[in-house]
């Protein structure tokens, strides 16, 4: 088993950005569990015919890896999951929509302004993770607490033991995220 962090866009290194770092170092020499962090291709973008295949080919992400994805990494760990079997998904701070903003639509992550094509496939996703736990904060400063609604309500998560609501993390930016470790460790 190992655990592969998929960071937010715009991080050019990724082992110094927001709690990536502290969270591989504390899996990997506090709990004993392989935990992969890379630079990722199209940083700014995050461009999800660049991730989606990086994820799969290079970072070899498979049925026994559980994704921890932040903000795009979270879209992406989604996306990932409509087309391959994980052993489990964790999304901090996950967004439905674009949210009207040009640079994220260019992304491809999110369904379309009339919401008709690009649409989530929340059953295939269901069906290749069938471990999931959502983080949110209803102080983020992007991502509308109703954004990452539609995700948990797509994804029918609806116990605290799959969907954890914080009122003063943010965006998630800071370590520590002993939660999203306590998470990981209820995957295995």
């Known amino acids: 088993m190992k655990v592969i ?5 715009g991080c ?6 927001n709690w990536y770092g502290w969270l591989h170092n504390h899996l990997i020499n506090e709990c004993g569990i392989e935990c992969i962090v890379r630079d990722m291709p199209d940083p700014l973008h995050a461009r999800r015919s660049v991730w989606i295949p990086f994820i799969r080919d290079t970072l070899a992400a498979d049925e026994n890896s559980i994704l921890v994805g932040h903000s795009s990494g979270a879209q992406a760990a989604l996306r990932y999951t409509e087309l391959y079997p994980v052993r489990g998904a964790i999304l901090v701070s996950a967004t439905y929509s674009d949210l009207n903003d040009p640079h994220e639509r260019q992304s491809g992550y999110y369904p379309s302004g009339d919401n008709t094509n690009n649409l989530y496939d929340f ?14 904060s209803t102080d983020d400063c992007f991502i509308p607490v109703e954004e990452a609604e539609q995700i948990r309500q797509g994804l029918g998560l609806m116990s605290p033991t799959q969907y954890t609501l914080f009122h003063d993390r943010s965006h998630f930016f800071d370590p520590p995220v ?11």
């Open 5 to 9: 962090i998929l960071p937010g866009n």
């Open 12 to 17: 050019s290194s990724v082992m110094t950005s």
């Open 123 to 136: 059953a295939s996703m269901r069906r290749n993770c069938l471990r999931w736990h959502q983080f949110h």
């Open 178 to 188: 002993h939660e999203i470790v306590d998470a990981i460790k209820s995957f295995i």
